[in-house]
Protein backbone atom coordinates (compact mmCIF):
# COMPACT_ATOMS: atom_id res chain seq x y z
CA UNK A 1 0.00 0.00 0.00
CA UNK A 2 1.04 3.54 -0.30
CA UNK A 3 0.63 6.53 1.89
CA UNK A 4 0.31 10.15 -0.01
CA UNK A 5 2.79 11.52 2.73
CA UNK A 6 5.61 9.52 0.78
CA UNK A 7 4.16 10.27 -2.99
CA UNK A 8 3.53 13.91 -2.81
CA UNK A 9 6.15 16.30 -4.30
CA UNK A 10 5.84 19.97 -3.98
CA UNK A 11 5.63 21.34 -7.43
CA UNK A 12 5.88 25.29 -7.96
CA UNK A 13 2.73 27.62 -7.54
CA UNK A 14 0.87 27.98 -9.93
CA UNK A 15 -2.12 30.96 -10.66
CA UNK A 16 -5.36 29.75 -9.69
CA UNK A 17 -7.18 29.02 -13.04
CA UNK A 18 -8.66 25.73 -13.16
CA UNK A 19 -11.04 24.22 -15.84
CA UNK A 20 -13.79 23.57 -13.68
CA UNK A 21 -17.60 24.20 -13.28
CA UNK A 22 -16.28 27.63 -11.75
CA UNK A 23 -14.30 28.22 -14.56
CA UNK A 24 -14.84 28.38 -18.62
CA UNK A 25 -12.88 26.31 -20.81
CA UNK A 26 -9.22 27.20 -22.00
CA UNK A 27 -9.10 30.81 -23.57
CA UNK A 28 -6.16 31.39 -26.26
CA UNK A 29 -3.71 34.32 -24.79
CA UNK A 30 -3.56 37.52 -26.84
CA UNK A 31 0.55 37.81 -27.60
CA UNK A 32 2.66 40.58 -26.00
CA UNK A 33 4.35 42.25 -29.16
CA UNK A 34 7.38 43.82 -29.26
CA UNK A 35 6.90 47.31 -30.04
CA UNK A 36 8.89 47.42 -33.62
CA UNK A 37 7.97 51.04 -34.78
CA UNK A 38 8.95 52.48 -31.11
CA UNK A 39 12.43 51.02 -31.22
CA UNK A 40 14.57 53.76 -32.33
CA UNK A 41 15.36 53.70 -36.16
CA UNK A 42 18.97 52.39 -37.65
CA UNK A 43 21.23 55.95 -37.17
CA UNK A 44 19.43 57.44 -35.06
CA UNK A 45 21.49 57.32 -31.96
CA UNK A 46 25.69 56.65 -31.72
CA UNK A 47 27.03 53.23 -32.86
CA UNK A 48 30.13 53.93 -30.99
CA UNK A 49 29.54 54.03 -26.84
CA UNK A 50 25.50 53.84 -27.72
CA UNK A 51 24.95 57.30 -26.09
CA UNK A 52 22.41 60.10 -26.90
CA UNK A 53 23.73 62.57 -29.33
CA UNK A 54 23.84 66.08 -28.61
CA UNK A 55 20.25 68.34 -29.07
CA UNK A 56 21.50 70.42 -32.15
CA UNK A 57 20.49 70.04 -35.70
CA UNK A 58 17.38 68.13 -35.54
CA UNK A 59 18.50 66.23 -33.00
CA UNK A 60 15.64 66.59 -31.12
CA UNK A 61 13.54 64.15 -32.28
CA UNK A 62 15.95 61.30 -31.63
CA UNK A 63 15.23 62.04 -28.22
CA UNK A 64 11.96 62.08 -28.75
CA UNK A 65 11.90 58.72 -30.25
CA UNK A 66 14.34 57.62 -27.93
CA UNK A 67 11.80 58.63 -24.82
CA UNK A 68 9.18 57.10 -26.20
CA UNK A 69 11.29 53.56 -26.62
CA UNK A 70 11.87 53.24 -23.22
CA UNK A 71 8.68 54.14 -22.08
CA UNK A 72 7.19 50.87 -23.78
CA UNK A 73 10.23 48.84 -23.12
CA UNK A 74 9.47 49.96 -18.95
CA UNK A 75 5.55 49.31 -19.96
CA UNK A 76 6.39 45.91 -21.50
CA UNK A 77 8.74 45.23 -18.73
CA UNK A 78 5.20 45.84 -16.42
CA UNK A 79 3.46 44.16 -18.26
CA UNK A 80 5.59 40.79 -17.88
CA UNK A 81 5.96 41.48 -15.08
CA UNK A 82 1.98 41.06 -14.15
CA UNK A 83 1.98 44.93 -13.18
CA UNK A 84 -0.89 45.77 -15.74
CA UNK A 85 -1.87 49.06 -13.88
CA UNK A 86 1.62 50.28 -14.48
CA UNK A 87 1.95 48.87 -18.29
CA UNK A 88 -1.48 50.24 -19.30
CA UNK A 89 0.12 54.02 -17.55
CA UNK A 90 3.28 53.10 -19.68
CA UNK A 91 1.73 52.57 -22.71
CA UNK A 92 -0.75 55.15 -23.32
CA UNK A 93 1.78 57.62 -21.94
CA UNK A 94 4.10 56.45 -25.02
CA UNK A 95 1.34 56.41 -27.63
CA UNK A 96 0.55 60.26 -26.20
CA UNK A 97 3.88 60.98 -27.45
CA UNK A 98 3.31 59.36 -30.97
CA UNK A 99 -0.12 57.77 -31.79
CA UNK A 100 1.91 56.19 -34.68
CA UNK A 101 2.71 52.83 -33.21
CA UNK A 102 0.34 49.96 -34.02
CA UNK A 103 2.32 47.41 -31.59
CA UNK A 104 2.22 49.82 -28.67
CA UNK A 105 -1.63 49.91 -29.36
CA UNK A 106 -1.91 46.04 -29.49
CA UNK A 107 -0.09 45.68 -26.23
CA UNK A 108 -2.42 48.28 -24.81
CA UNK A 109 -5.50 46.33 -26.02
CA UNK A 110 -3.85 42.86 -24.40
CA UNK A 111 -3.39 44.86 -21.15
CA UNK A 112 -6.67 46.51 -21.02
CA UNK A 113 -8.81 43.53 -21.88
CA UNK A 114 -7.09 41.85 -19.25
CA UNK A 115 -8.24 44.30 -16.85
CA UNK A 116 -11.41 43.36 -18.17
CA UNK A 117 -11.99 47.23 -19.60
CA UNK A 118 -12.89 45.83 -22.68
CA UNK A 119 -14.50 48.86 -24.47
CA UNK A 120 -11.01 50.66 -24.45
CA UNK A 121 -9.17 47.54 -25.75
CA UNK A 122 -11.32 47.23 -28.32
CA UNK A 123 -10.68 50.89 -29.44
CA UNK A 124 -7.04 50.52 -28.84
CA UNK A 125 -7.15 47.21 -31.13
CA UNK A 126 -9.36 49.16 -33.59
CA UNK A 127 -6.29 51.88 -33.35
CA UNK A 128 -3.79 49.02 -34.11
CA UNK A 129 -5.67 47.82 -37.18
CA UNK A 130 -6.11 50.81 -38.45
CA UNK A 131 -2.67 51.42 -38.78
CA UNK A 132 -1.63 48.03 -39.59
CA UNK A 133 -4.68 46.13 -41.11
CA UNK A 134 -2.74 43.64 -42.43
CA UNK A 135 -1.88 41.84 -39.12
CA UNK A 136 -3.65 38.95 -38.75
CA UNK A 137 -3.01 39.17 -35.04
CA UNK A 138 -4.63 42.48 -34.76
CA UNK A 139 -7.89 40.89 -35.87
CA UNK A 140 -7.28 37.70 -33.89
CA UNK A 141 -7.18 39.60 -30.75
CA UNK A 142 -9.84 41.95 -31.56
CA UNK A 143 -11.90 38.74 -32.07
CA UNK A 144 -11.14 37.70 -28.47
CA UNK A 145 -12.41 41.15 -26.98
CA UNK A 146 -15.61 41.45 -28.89
CA UNK A 147 -15.91 37.66 -27.80
CA UNK A 148 -15.57 38.19 -23.95
CA UNK A 149 -17.87 41.54 -24.57
CA UNK A 150 -20.68 39.01 -25.92
CA UNK A 151 -20.83 40.66 -29.47
CA UNK A 152 -20.46 37.40 -31.04
CA UNK A 153 -21.13 37.78 -34.80
CA UNK A 154 -18.60 40.70 -34.60
CA UNK A 155 -16.02 38.91 -33.31
CA UNK A 156 -16.87 36.09 -35.94
CA UNK A 157 -16.05 38.80 -38.53
CA UNK A 158 -12.72 39.85 -36.78
CA UNK A 159 -11.64 36.54 -37.07
CA UNK A 160 -12.36 35.43 -40.05
CA UNK A 161 -10.59 38.32 -41.19
CA UNK A 162 -7.31 37.47 -39.57
CA UNK A 163 -7.84 33.83 -41.16
CA UNK A 164 -8.29 35.69 -44.66
CA UNK A 165 -4.95 37.37 -43.40
CA UNK A 166 -3.08 33.98 -42.06
CA UNK A 167 -4.71 30.45 -41.48
CA UNK A 168 -1.45 28.88 -40.56
CA UNK A 169 -1.19 30.75 -37.43
CA UNK A 170 -3.52 27.72 -35.18
CA UNK A 171 -4.53 30.20 -32.33
CA UNK A 172 -6.67 32.36 -35.11
CA UNK A 173 -8.43 28.68 -35.83
CA UNK A 174 -8.41 28.19 -32.37
CA UNK A 175 -9.93 31.55 -31.44
CA UNK A 176 -12.80 31.29 -34.40
CA UNK A 177 -13.93 27.80 -32.91
CA UNK A 178 -14.20 29.32 -28.99
CA UNK A 179 -16.95 32.47 -30.57
CA UNK A 180 -18.67 29.29 -32.10
CA UNK A 181 -18.47 27.29 -28.99
CA UNK A 182 -19.72 30.92 -26.87
CA UNK A 183 -22.90 30.69 -29.41
CA UNK A 184 -23.55 27.05 -28.18
CA UNK A 185 -22.73 26.22 -31.96
CA UNK A 186 -21.01 22.99 -31.41
CA UNK A 187 -20.89 21.54 -34.47
CA UNK A 188 -19.08 24.15 -36.02
CA UNK A 189 -16.66 24.75 -32.96
CA UNK A 190 -15.41 21.54 -33.40
CA UNK A 191 -14.75 22.13 -36.97
CA UNK A 192 -12.21 25.01 -35.89
CA UNK A 193 -10.66 22.74 -33.22
CA UNK A 194 -10.10 20.59 -35.33
CA UNK A 195 -8.56 22.36 -37.84
CA UNK A 196 -6.27 23.94 -35.42
CA UNK A 197 -4.86 20.42 -34.49
CA UNK A 198 -4.66 20.00 -37.98
CA UNK A 199 -1.78 22.79 -37.89
CA UNK A 200 -0.60 21.06 -34.45
CA UNK A 201 -1.59 17.56 -33.39
CA UNK A 202 -0.30 18.49 -29.52
CA UNK A 203 -2.23 21.77 -29.16
CA UNK A 204 -3.68 21.00 -25.83
CA UNK A 205 -6.38 24.31 -25.37
CA UNK A 206 -7.78 22.63 -28.28
CA UNK A 207 -7.55 19.52 -27.61
CA UNK A 208 -9.78 20.58 -23.85
CA UNK A 209 -12.00 22.30 -25.81
CA UNK A 210 -12.72 19.94 -28.40
CA UNK A 211 -13.49 17.57 -25.40
CA UNK A 212 -15.81 19.71 -24.30
CA UNK A 213 -17.87 20.18 -27.03
CA UNK A 214 -18.12 16.25 -27.62
CA UNK A 215 -19.81 16.57 -23.68
CA UNK A 216 -22.19 19.22 -24.92
CA UNK A 217 -23.28 17.44 -27.72
CA UNK A 218 -23.77 14.30 -25.76
CA UNK A 219 -20.93 12.74 -27.46
CA UNK A 220 -19.42 11.00 -24.35
CA UNK A 221 -17.35 8.31 -25.31
CA UNK A 222 -15.25 11.08 -27.32
CA UNK A 223 -15.44 14.14 -24.70
CA UNK A 224 -14.57 11.80 -21.99
CA UNK A 225 -11.63 10.70 -23.64
CA UNK A 226 -10.27 14.07 -24.24
CA UNK A 227 -11.53 15.31 -20.95
CA UNK A 228 -8.35 13.75 -19.93
CA UNK A 229 -6.56 16.37 -21.79
CA UNK A 230 -7.44 18.60 -18.54
CA UNK A 231 -3.72 16.56 -17.04
CA UNK A 232 -1.70 18.53 -19.58
CA UNK A 233 -3.64 22.23 -19.05
CA UNK A 234 -0.86 24.38 -17.94
CA UNK A 235 -2.72 24.94 -14.56
CA UNK A 236 -3.26 21.12 -14.14
CA UNK A 237 -4.43 20.31 -10.43
CA UNK A 238 -3.75 16.85 -9.97
CA UNK A 239 -0.51 16.21 -8.51
CA UNK A 240 1.28 13.10 -9.06
CA UNK A 241 0.96 9.79 -7.35
CA UNK A 242 4.05 7.50 -8.58
CA UNK A 243 4.43 4.79 -5.65
CA UNK A 244 1.05 3.49 -6.43
CA UNK A 245 -0.64 2.38 -9.69
CA UNK A 246 -3.52 4.76 -11.21
CA UNK A 247 -6.98 2.11 -11.89
CA UNK A 248 -7.72 1.70 -15.69
CA UNK A 249 -11.05 0.85 -14.92
CA UNK A 250 -10.29 -2.45 -15.73
CA UNK A 251 -8.35 -4.13 -13.13
CA UNK A 252 -9.73 -6.15 -10.25
CA UNK A 253 -10.36 -3.83 -7.67
CA UNK A 254 -11.61 -6.69 -4.78
CA UNK A 255 -9.77 -6.72 -1.64
CA UNK A 256 -8.20 -3.29 -2.68
CA UNK A 257 -8.12 -0.01 -0.64
CA UNK A 258 -9.16 3.15 -3.74
CA UNK A 259 -8.33 6.73 -3.17
CA UNK A 260 -10.32 9.01 -5.45
CA UNK A 261 -8.87 12.33 -5.99
CA UNK A 262 -10.21 15.58 -5.46
CA UNK A 263 -9.81 18.33 -7.95
CA UNK A 264 -11.46 20.96 -9.70
CA UNK A 265 -14.23 23.35 -8.28
CA UNK A 266 -17.25 22.47 -5.67
CA UNK A 267 -19.76 21.85 -8.37
CA UNK A 268 -17.52 19.36 -10.28
CA UNK A 269 -16.70 17.41 -7.05
CA UNK A 270 -20.55 17.38 -6.29
CA UNK A 271 -21.69 16.32 -9.82
CA UNK A 272 -18.83 13.55 -10.36
CA UNK A 273 -19.86 12.02 -6.74
CA UNK A 274 -22.35 10.13 -8.40
CA UNK A 275 -19.96 7.83 -9.56
CA UNK A 276 -18.32 6.73 -6.51
CA UNK A 277 -21.40 4.05 -5.37
CA UNK A 278 -20.25 2.44 -8.75
CA UNK A 279 -16.34 2.35 -7.78
CA UNK A 280 -17.84 0.79 -4.24
CA UNK A 281 -19.74 -2.02 -5.30
CA UNK A 282 -15.90 -3.21 -7.20
CA UNK A 283 -13.52 -2.03 -3.85
CA UNK A 284 -13.07 -3.07 -0.37
CA UNK A 285 -12.47 0.30 0.46
CA UNK A 286 -13.12 3.87 -0.69
CA UNK A 287 -11.11 6.82 0.47
CA UNK A 288 -12.53 10.09 -0.93
CA UNK A 289 -10.49 13.24 -1.07
CA UNK A 290 -12.21 16.68 -1.02
CA UNK A 291 -11.74 20.23 0.43
CA UNK A 292 -13.04 20.79 3.49
CA UNK A 293 -16.09 22.44 2.82
CA UNK A 294 -17.48 19.47 1.28
CA UNK A 295 -16.51 16.70 3.46
CA UNK A 296 -20.09 16.75 5.92
CA UNK A 297 -21.91 16.19 2.75
CA UNK A 298 -19.47 13.64 1.13
CA UNK A 299 -19.41 11.39 3.97
CA UNK A 300 -23.30 10.76 3.17
CA UNK A 301 -22.00 9.36 -0.55
CA UNK A 302 -23.24 5.48 -0.28
CA UNK A 303 -20.10 3.32 -0.28
CA UNK A 304 -17.56 5.80 0.76
CA UNK A 305 -15.09 4.54 3.43
CA UNK A 306 -13.26 7.57 4.53
CA UNK A 307 -13.18 11.38 3.68
CA UNK A 308 -10.05 13.06 3.76
CA UNK A 309 -9.38 16.61 3.32
CA UNK A 310 -7.26 17.42 0.24
CA UNK A 311 -3.90 18.58 1.31
CA UNK A 312 -3.98 16.26 4.63
CA UNK A 313 -1.69 13.29 4.67
CA UNK A 314 -3.59 10.18 3.00
CA UNK A 315 -4.23 6.75 4.57
CA UNK A 316 -2.78 3.81 2.72
CA UNK A 317 -4.42 2.97 -0.48
CA UNK A 318 -3.74 0.31 -3.37
CA UNK A 319 -4.62 2.09 -6.36
CA UNK A 320 -5.96 5.66 -6.88
CA UNK A 321 -7.68 7.65 -9.67
CA UNK A 322 -8.96 11.19 -10.07
CA UNK A 323 -12.43 11.28 -8.96
CA UNK A 324 -13.46 13.05 -12.47
CA UNK A 325 -11.89 10.22 -14.66
CA UNK A 326 -14.17 7.84 -13.65
CA UNK A 327 -16.25 8.09 -16.19
CA UNK A 328 -14.11 7.68 -18.60
CA UNK A 329 -12.02 4.89 -17.11
CA UNK A 330 -15.57 2.97 -16.38
CA UNK A 331 -17.27 3.82 -19.98
CA UNK A 332 -19.84 5.79 -18.68
CA UNK A 333 -21.98 6.70 -21.95
CA UNK A 334 -25.91 8.13 -22.22
CA UNK A 335 -27.12 5.18 -21.27
CA UNK A 336 -25.25 4.60 -18.39
CA UNK A 337 -25.70 7.63 -17.14
CA UNK A 338 -29.39 7.59 -17.09
CA UNK A 339 -29.42 4.54 -15.54
CA UNK A 340 -27.54 5.92 -12.44
CA UNK A 341 -29.21 9.56 -12.38
CA UNK A 342 -32.26 8.41 -11.39
CA UNK A 343 -31.77 8.54 -7.41
CA UNK A 344 -30.20 10.84 -5.19
CA UNK A 345 -27.01 10.38 -3.71
CA UNK A 346 -26.22 13.14 -1.12
CA UNK A 347 -28.09 13.99 2.14
CA UNK A 348 -27.80 16.40 4.96
CA UNK A 349 -25.10 15.13 7.58
CA UNK A 350 -26.64 12.71 10.23
CA UNK A 351 -28.04 15.41 13.14
CA UNK A 352 -28.21 18.06 10.77
CA UNK A 353 -32.20 18.98 10.32
CA UNK A 354 -33.40 22.23 9.52
CA UNK A 355 -36.57 23.90 11.28
CA UNK A 356 -37.92 27.07 9.26
CA UNK A 357 -40.97 28.90 10.23
CA UNK A 358 -42.38 30.56 7.22
CA UNK A 359 -44.93 33.16 7.49
CA UNK A 360 -48.44 31.94 7.91
CA UNK A 361 -50.61 31.28 4.60
CA UNK A 362 -47.10 29.99 2.81
CA UNK A 363 -47.37 27.09 0.89
CA UNK A 364 -44.03 27.16 -0.62
CA UNK A 365 -40.67 27.44 0.75
CA UNK A 366 -38.21 28.70 -2.00
CA UNK A 367 -34.14 28.84 -2.21
CA UNK A 368 -32.53 31.51 -3.40
CA UNK A 369 -28.92 31.86 -4.97
CA UNK A 370 -28.92 34.88 -7.89
CA UNK A 371 -25.23 35.79 -7.64
CA UNK A 372 -22.03 33.56 -7.85
CA UNK A 373 -17.94 33.94 -8.86
CA UNK A 374 -17.21 36.78 -11.35
CA UNK A 375 -14.98 34.70 -13.06
CA UNK A 376 -14.24 33.80 -15.99
CA UNK A 377 -17.39 35.34 -16.53
CA UNK A 378 -20.37 36.65 -14.62
CA UNK A 379 -23.09 34.30 -14.50
CA UNK A 380 -24.68 36.26 -11.80
CA UNK A 381 -28.78 37.08 -11.84
CA UNK A 382 -29.57 40.82 -10.64
CA UNK A 383 -31.90 40.03 -7.37
CA UNK A 384 -34.32 43.10 -8.78
CA UNK A 385 -35.08 41.06 -11.76
CA UNK A 386 -36.94 38.54 -9.47
CA UNK A 387 -38.85 41.32 -7.85
CA UNK A 388 -41.93 39.79 -9.72
CA UNK A 389 -41.31 36.09 -8.42
CA UNK A 390 -40.43 37.48 -4.89
CA UNK A 391 -43.75 39.36 -4.21
CA UNK A 392 -45.69 36.36 -4.59
CA UNK A 393 -48.28 35.76 -2.05
CA UNK A 394 -47.77 32.28 -0.23
CA UNK A 395 -44.16 31.71 -0.85
CA UNK A 396 -41.36 32.27 1.55
CA UNK A 397 -37.74 33.10 -0.08
CA UNK A 398 -34.96 32.09 1.78
CA UNK A 399 -31.20 33.05 0.68
CA UNK A 400 -28.58 31.13 0.79
CA UNK A 401 -25.94 33.72 -0.74
CA UNK A 402 -23.02 33.46 2.02
CA UNK A 403 -20.66 36.40 -0.16
CA UNK A 404 -21.13 40.02 -0.08
CA UNK A 405 -24.07 39.50 -2.26
CA UNK A 406 -26.11 39.11 0.19
CA UNK A 407 -26.12 43.30 0.47
CA UNK A 408 -28.24 42.92 -1.84
CA UNK A 409 -30.88 42.37 0.16
CA UNK A 410 -30.41 44.79 1.97
CA UNK A 411 -29.70 47.64 -1.05
CA UNK A 412 -33.14 46.66 -1.58
CA UNK A 413 -35.38 46.60 1.08
CA UNK A 414 -36.40 43.26 0.56
CA UNK A 415 -36.20 42.08 4.21
CA UNK A 416 -40.15 41.44 4.13
CA UNK A 417 -39.53 39.56 1.26
CA UNK A 418 -36.43 37.31 1.52
CA UNK A 419 -35.02 35.76 4.67
CA UNK A 420 -30.91 35.69 4.95
CA UNK A 421 -29.94 32.41 6.11
CA UNK A 422 -26.18 33.91 5.72
CA UNK A 423 -25.37 33.39 8.88
CA UNK A 424 -26.61 29.83 9.35
CA UNK A 425 -24.30 28.25 6.51
CA UNK A 426 -20.76 27.54 7.67
CA UNK A 427 -20.00 24.41 4.85
CA UNK A 428 -22.53 22.39 2.16
CA UNK A 429 -23.43 20.17 5.05
CA UNK A 430 -25.48 23.34 7.11
CA UNK A 431 -26.77 24.41 3.05
CA UNK A 432 -27.86 20.53 2.48
CA UNK A 433 -29.98 20.79 5.13
CA UNK A 434 -31.42 24.35 4.33
CA UNK A 435 -32.40 22.85 1.29
CA UNK A 436 -33.74 20.14 1.91
CA UNK A 437 -36.20 22.07 3.79
CA UNK A 438 -37.19 23.67 0.83
CA UNK A 439 -39.86 23.12 -1.69
CA UNK A 440 -37.98 24.69 -4.78
CA UNK A 441 -34.37 26.09 -5.27
CA UNK A 442 -34.30 28.81 -7.70
CA UNK A 443 -30.40 29.26 -8.49
CA UNK A 444 -27.93 30.60 -11.28
CA UNK A 445 -25.29 28.41 -12.54
CA UNK A 446 -23.25 27.32 -9.35
CA UNK A 447 -22.44 24.51 -6.95
CA UNK A 448 -25.91 25.33 -5.29
CA UNK A 449 -27.16 23.76 -8.19
CA UNK A 450 -25.39 20.91 -8.40
CA UNK A 451 -26.12 20.01 -4.48
CA UNK A 452 -29.98 20.55 -4.76
CA UNK A 453 -29.92 18.11 -7.57
CA UNK A 454 -28.23 15.44 -6.25
CA UNK A 455 -29.83 16.03 -3.03
CA UNK A 456 -33.16 15.34 -5.16
CA UNK A 457 -34.64 18.74 -4.21
CA UNK A 458 -36.61 20.33 -6.94
CA UNK A 459 -34.24 23.24 -8.37
CA UNK A 460 -34.77 25.77 -11.56
CA UNK A 461 -31.47 27.13 -12.63
CA UNK A 462 -31.51 29.97 -14.46
CA UNK A 463 -28.05 29.71 -17.38
CA UNK A 464 -26.52 32.26 -19.65
CA UNK A 465 -26.62 32.17 -23.08
CA UNK A 466 -23.08 30.56 -23.23
CA UNK A 467 -23.86 27.11 -21.85
CA UNK A 468 -21.69 24.99 -19.57
CA UNK A 469 -20.96 21.54 -21.14
CA UNK A 470 -22.71 19.31 -18.48
CA UNK A 471 -26.14 21.40 -19.36
CA UNK A 472 -26.41 20.38 -23.12
CA UNK A 473 -27.79 22.74 -25.50
CA UNK A 474 -31.86 23.44 -26.22
CA UNK A 475 -32.56 21.42 -23.03
CA UNK A 476 -34.94 22.55 -20.14
CA UNK A 477 -33.85 18.79 -18.16
CA UNK A 478 -30.64 17.43 -17.42
CA UNK A 479 -29.33 14.10 -17.73
CA UNK A 480 -27.39 14.39 -14.52
CA UNK A 481 -30.14 15.46 -12.15
CA UNK A 482 -33.76 14.64 -12.67
CA UNK A 483 -35.04 17.57 -10.59
CA UNK A 484 -33.50 20.25 -12.41
CA UNK A 485 -35.06 22.52 -15.06
CA UNK A 486 -32.95 25.17 -16.87
CA UNK A 487 -34.46 28.53 -17.99
CA UNK A 488 -32.29 30.01 -20.92
CA UNK A 489 -30.91 33.49 -21.85
CA UNK A 490 -32.55 33.17 -25.22
CA UNK A 491 -30.18 36.76 -25.79
CA UNK A 492 -26.35 36.76 -24.35
CA UNK A 493 -26.86 39.41 -21.08
CA UNK A 494 -30.06 39.32 -21.41
CA UNK A 495 -32.20 37.64 -18.66
CA UNK A 496 -35.84 38.53 -19.85
CA UNK A 497 -37.29 35.68 -21.20
CA UNK A 498 -35.59 33.35 -18.60
CA UNK A 499 -37.11 35.05 -15.95
CA UNK A 500 -40.45 35.64 -17.33
CA UNK A 501 -40.75 32.26 -18.34
CA UNK A 502 -39.45 31.11 -14.67
CA UNK A 503 -42.12 33.15 -13.63
CA UNK A 504 -44.96 32.02 -15.54
CA UNK A 505 -43.69 28.16 -14.67
CA UNK A 506 -43.91 29.88 -10.50
CA UNK A 507 -47.48 31.10 -10.67
CA UNK A 508 -48.47 27.97 -12.51
CA UNK A 509 -46.72 25.29 -9.37
CA UNK A 510 -47.76 28.48 -7.01
CA UNK A 511 -51.58 28.07 -7.50
CA UNK A 512 -51.51 24.28 -7.49
CA UNK A 513 -50.35 24.45 -4.38
CA UNK A 514 -52.82 26.87 -2.76
CA UNK A 515 -55.50 24.78 -4.54
CA UNK A 516 -54.13 21.74 -2.88
CA UNK A 517 -54.53 23.17 0.73
Not at 53 to 76: H, T, W, Y
Request: proline share 6%; with cysteine.
Amino acid sequence: MAKAATTRKKRPAKKASKPSADNMAAKQDDPVIPAKDAAPKTGDVATSDQSMPSVKNGDAAVQRRQVISDLFQRGLAAHQAGQIDDAIRLYSTALRQNPDQPDVWNNLGVALRRSKKFDAALIAYRRAADLRPGNAGLWSNMGNCLREMMRFDEALVAHKKALELDDTVKSHTFNTGLVYRDMNRFEEALEYFERALAIDPDYVDANWDKSLAHLALGNYAEGWAGYETRRKLADNPIRPLETAPEWDGKSDLRGKRILLRAEQGFGDMIQFARFVPLVAQKAAHVILECRKELIPIMKTVPGVGTVVEKGRALPEFDVHVPLLSLPHVMGIGAKELQKISTDSYLSPPQGKRARLAPPPGTVLKVGLIWAGKLNPRDRSCPLESLLPILSAKGAAFYSFQIDERRADIDKLGLHAFVTDLGDHIHDFGDSAALMQAMDLVITIDSSPAHLAGALGVPVWMLQLYTTDWRWMVHRADSPWYPTLRIYRQDKPGDWSSAIQKLGSDFSTLLQARMNAQ
